[in-house]
């Protein structure tokens, strides 16, 4: 198993104290290909024995969440999910914070895209709305029931992200200035990014969480493996990323575990299964 400790791997047991909460990526971190690791599940059932909560922190549309996850919220193996990069979150008793895009913000976002002549989606807390549709879309949206296609949808619907698609990050978008609109474009992939408000970020729905739980950010642990990541990794105590995660993000944990596949949570959070207090 692969396991690279920046920090050095002796002392890796002295520099992690048993977290209060985890904050874990779904894609990539916790999945691939939208399905969650059976011994990833099976980590999470055994943690949530212990008195760590377990939360979620992705940039996936609330509407598009895996039915796996979705499950072990429901089943309270999973105390709480942020999502939207951020923008909203929520428990089993509802929402915990939401941070909704503003009229202008989507107005300029909608010209902007327009401008780059890309297809883009806005996301709600029930849908995402597509501007157009094309080959691939439709074939998506024919199997997601909360997929539609609406280009005037963020008028009449509170909407929090929007995400826009492209060959490479070379291609479309790369000579705006989002910062003169107070707002940010995020890659999580090759093809696609998000378009969030320049103040956005999962580390600003970690606050929320844990302010929420009365934890301070410092005493929590993340996962993850893409751009999407950097401020959360940079709020929290310890951040841990994936074999294969972005150079950049690596750069910037505190640990470097093996992939899905070479079971790189469990090489770092086994130990916890025994120290920490039943719930």
């Not at 849908?127 to 997929?147: C, D, K, Q, V, Y």
């Not at 291609?171 to 103040?199: C, N, S, T, Y």
């Not at 951040?239 to 972005?246: L, T, Y």
């Not at 079971?263 to 920490?276: D, H, K, M, N, R």
Request: glycine residues 6%; aromatic residues 8%; proline residues 3%.
């Amino acid at each position: 198993m692969f396991i690279e400790d920046k920090i050095a791997k002796e002392s890796l047991a002295t520099k992690m104290s048993v977290p209060k909460i985890i904050f874990f990526d779904i894609d990539d971190t916790l999945s691939r290909n939208g399905i969650i690791a059976e011994h990833n599940k099976a980590m999470l059932e055994q943690l949530a024995g212990t008195d760590i909560k377990l939360v979620i922190s992705t940039g996936r549309s609330k509407a598009i969440l895996p039915e796996d996850i979705l499950a072990l919220l429901e089943a309270n193996v999973l105390d709480a999910i942020i999502c939207m990069n951020g923008q909203y979150s929520f428990d089993n008793s509802g929402q915990i914070s939401h941070y909704p895009l503003t009229a202008e913000q989507t107005d300029k976002i909608v010209k902007l895209c327009q401008q780059s002549e890309l297809i883009h989606k806005f996301d709600s807390a029930t849908h995402i709305a597509w501007s157009g549709e094309n080959e691939r879309l439709r074939e998506f949206n024919a199997i997601t029931p909360n997929s539609i296609v609406d280009p005037d949808y963020y008028q009449s619907n509170t909407v929090y992200q929007c995400s826009v698609f492209f060959n490479n990050q070379q291609e479309k978008m790369q000579d705006i200035d989002f910062a003169q609109h107070d707002l940010k474009l995020v890659h999580w992939h090759r093809i696609g990014a998000d378009i969030l408000p320049a103040d956005a970020s999962k580390a600003r729905g970690i606050k929320d969480v844990c302010e929420y739980y009365a934890v301070d950010a410092s005493e929590c642990m993340a996962f993850g493996d893409g751009m999407n990541d950097l401020e959360m990794f940079d709020l929290v105590g310890f951040a841990v990323a994936m074999g294969d995660a972005q150079p950049a993000l690596i750069a910037r944990a505190d640990f470097v575990t093996g992939t899905i596949e070479e079971c790189g949570i469990q090489a770092v959070l086994e130990p916890f299964y025994a120290t920490s207090s039943v719930k």
